[in-house]
Structures are given as C-alpha cells and as structure tokens.
C-alpha cells in the first residue's frame, strides 16, 4: 500500500472527511475553485481527511495552501453533511470516479480500504474567501486540472459537492454583511462600480448605483483615491480601498445599511 | 451491559454525538433548554449518538420530542464541533461527571465504553427555537431535571455546551431576518412590544419604539386584532398575529428593513 493510503486508514479519524467551497471573484464573476480527477469527466471540491492529532482548521488550511499557494485564507465552517444517501454509489459519476480510483488499487490493499470508503462518512463543509489574482490553482495526486469555475456554470460534480456549493453560496449571502467580502475578493484598489458588481454577484440581483454609492459612503470604510486613468478624465471613476480598521470592528457586529 | 449501551456501541457511527440548544422565549427572556445531571452539579445540552440507518435531523428531531413532547420543531444546523481538546478530561466538571457516569457501568463493561467514550468525538450541533408554552421539559435516564434557563444566567455546562450555546446565540443574531423567529416563539396573538422585546433579546440591544413599529408594519406580515383588555381602554395595545403566507415567503429571501 503506498505510504499516502496507509496513513490515511493507520492516522486519520475514520468516517470523517473535510471538503471546502474556495469562492474567489475574477472578472466581475463568482467563481469556485474545481479539481478535475485524472481521466474523468468529473470534478471535485478540494479536502482531505482528519489526522487524529490536528483540528480541522488546520487540514483546511494546509489543503487551500496545496492548492492556493496561499496562507491564512478566510474560512468558515458552514455545515456538515452526513446523509445516509452520499456515498460513492450515491450517483454514477461518484461510481465511475470510486472505481477508477480503486482500479489503481493492489488487490491485496482493496480489502482495507473497500472498508474504509464504504464506512458512512461525514464531511464537514467550509467557505474560503479568496482574491483570485493572488492564487495559484494546482491540482492534487488524484487530479489533472485545478482551476476557477464560475458558480453558474458548474460541471459534473461527485457525491453532493454540487448542493455544498450551492448552500455555501446561501451562506455567504445570509452573511453577506458579517462577511469580509470587500477585503478578501476585491484588489487592494477598486471602483464603486467594482464593489456594487461583488454585491450584486453574491446577492444575485441588481442594486440600484446611486443607493449603493450613498450607502457605502455613509458607512465610513471606504478611503478615496486618484481616480483610474483609462478614458477620459469627466469619466474617470475614483479608486476606493478599505479602512481595515473600521471595517473589521464593523464586520464583527454586521455591517448595516438601515 | 444494559441494552443502551449495547446498542450505543453496535449501532452507532463511532466517534459522532449530536447536541441541540434549544431556544425558548418566556416572560420576555430569551432561554435554553438544560438537563441536570443525576447528583452532580452540571448540566448539559439535550442531545444523542448517531445510528448507523439514520439521518442526524431524524435523531434530533426524536431527542426533542422526548425532552420537549414537541413534534416538527424548527431546527437548524449551525456548527460542527471536533477540537482535540473537547474530551471529557476537558474541565474538572466534565471528568467529574464522566466518573459518576462511569461509576454505575459494571467492571466488566468498561473496557469497551471506555473506549467508546475516550475516542475523539466530533459533536454536530442544532439549534431549535420553542414556544416554552407549548413544550413539558422531561428529564432522560441520566439527568434529573429538564429546566429553560435564561441564556444570560447559565450554570456549570459540561464539555464545550458552553460554546455551543454562545455560538447558536451568535447565528441566531446574524439570520435573524432569515429566521422564522415570531411564529415559532410567540404565542399565535402578541403586541408589538413583545414582538419588539423579543428582537431586543436576540440582538441584545435595545430598538426604537417607532421606528421598529413602523418597520414592522411596512412588511405586510402583521394581522391586526383586538386590542388586548388589561387596564384603560385607551391604552390597550392591538394585538396581532403573522400572516403565515407572507411571512414564509419574505423569510427564504431574508426580511429586509431597509
């Protein structure tokens, strides 16, 4: 049995697993960060399992390490799935996935670990919010590809990563105002116009420019800039970063518009 | 062994328990509901294993309807626990009340609970939100009370319900306007003010009179009825009622106040 199989089933909690939903934003769009499983049409959210000495936290943050390049990313725990129906036999993507990874498999080794993925396993679920310009997608030893995928246009997903995705989203956007979203997603320097489209993309609908502005502004988070220099200068709009200070103590009560 | 335990240790998922803050909402204080353990002073959230066959939801919904006499109440997932360092020798309260437990198991039997109960255990916790009035709090085979504390006076909790609880009480503020908070802890008639008093103790802040009123109001989920006969006439407040169509509808989008 390879070293990395053995110290999953001699080390790690059984029946217990850790998937996370990497949301970043690119182009004004919601994205997700997808492994794509080696000769296999189907994608996967990065995870692992738990080593019995470590809190999951820290496995989470040494996964979006592997695969980001990035250190002390946002994350949140926001559910833990554990139905009886989630299994690798649960749809015929998880299926075809389970048995191409079990075909590399020794025969000997198949006993220990059928056990091992058949148990009933439990996942708990986390968001990461990240600034897609700063990361570097890198697959992992069972996947070919890593990369950004927008929330809208998902591919075929094994077990119930696509309904994780979909609740993580319902999360970020119940908590839209608890959330450090500005600060995690957008560059250091953006425009008005750069902080509405963020808003509209988590909340899924359009906000008004002239309300979103006047709001904003009242908050007391934003720091103006020099305006940004492509057209002309009557057009330009101003760049905007955020007041660390100020925000943070506001994110921690809720940021309200009322 | 008795059959519990038997059972506990054949047909449940190792290394998992389910705890549940339920909240209840009584004479204008917001509370929890707690067992006290059999002679010892420690309480300790409602709460099970998890069988092999069922859903979590399923086995929660079943400890409340033993410690509550309640069916289909609301419950929500809100976070898993799995630190290293929640184990039963956590605080000298847990460990105390673990040996009492352990006191009663014969020699024989406790090389397998031990073992049972020494392993890291990863604990999903729910919350419930009760009308008090309707629920009878009924002790289980291990405690010797069932009491609504209010959550601002908690007494010697075990393990992490400490936590758990706070954090429920941290959910509930931020989804408050995704929650169905007035239909599940008012009675089906109130005044505005206890509407008003029960947003103040879940927020833990106080709100002006007029201005909630008139929120409230703009919403379209209040019914006006009688007014309530307690004193002079002319200062009897209305009392009202949600109109359960509306309300669940604003609910799954958020009651927004802006």
Chains 1, 2 share one sequence.
């Not at 939903?21 to 794509?36: E, T």
């Not at 570097?136 to 069972?142: C, F, G, L």
Request: with cysteine.
């Amino acid at each position: 049995m390879s070293k990395f199989l053995r110290e999953l089933v001699e080390k790690c909690v059984p029946g217990v697993s850790l998937d996370c939903v990497v949301l970043g934003y690119q182009n004004n769009v919601l994205k997700v960060l997808l492994l794509k499983y080696k000769e296999h049409n189907a994608w996967a959210l990065p995870g692992g399992f738990l080593p019995q000495g470590q809190e999951m936290e820290e496995v989470i943050g040494l996964v979006l390490k592997e695969r980001t390049g990035l250190d002390g990313v946002y994350l949140e725990q926001f559910k833990t799935y554990s139905s009886i129906n989630r299994g690798w036999n649960c749809n015929e993507i998880s299926q075809e996935g389970f048995n191409k990874l079990r075909s590399t498999w020794s025969t000997a080794d198949r006993t220990v670990l059928d056990q091992w993925f058949n148990q009933r396993f439990i996942s708990t679920a986390y968001f990461a919010l990240i600034n897609c310009n700063k990361a570097e997608p890198t697959p992992d030893a069972v996947s070919e590809e890593c990369a950004w995928v927008p929330v809208n246009e998902l591919p075929n997903l094994v077990l119930d990563h696509k309904k994780m995705i979909s609740e993580a989203l319902s999360q970020l956007k119940r908590q839209i105002n608890f959330l450090p979203i500005g600060k995690e997603l957008l560059d250091q320097k953006f425009t008005m116009l750069d902080l509405q489209r963020l808003y509209e993309s988590i909340l899924d609908q359009k906000l008004d420019r002239g309300n979103f502005q006047r709001k904003m502004m009242k908050l007391g988070i934003l720091t103006r800039h020099e305006k940004l220099m492509t057209g002309a200068q009557n057009k330009a709009p101003y760049l905007y970063s955020i007041d660390l200070k100020v925000y943070d103590q506001l994110i921690k009560t809720g940021i309200s518009f009322v």
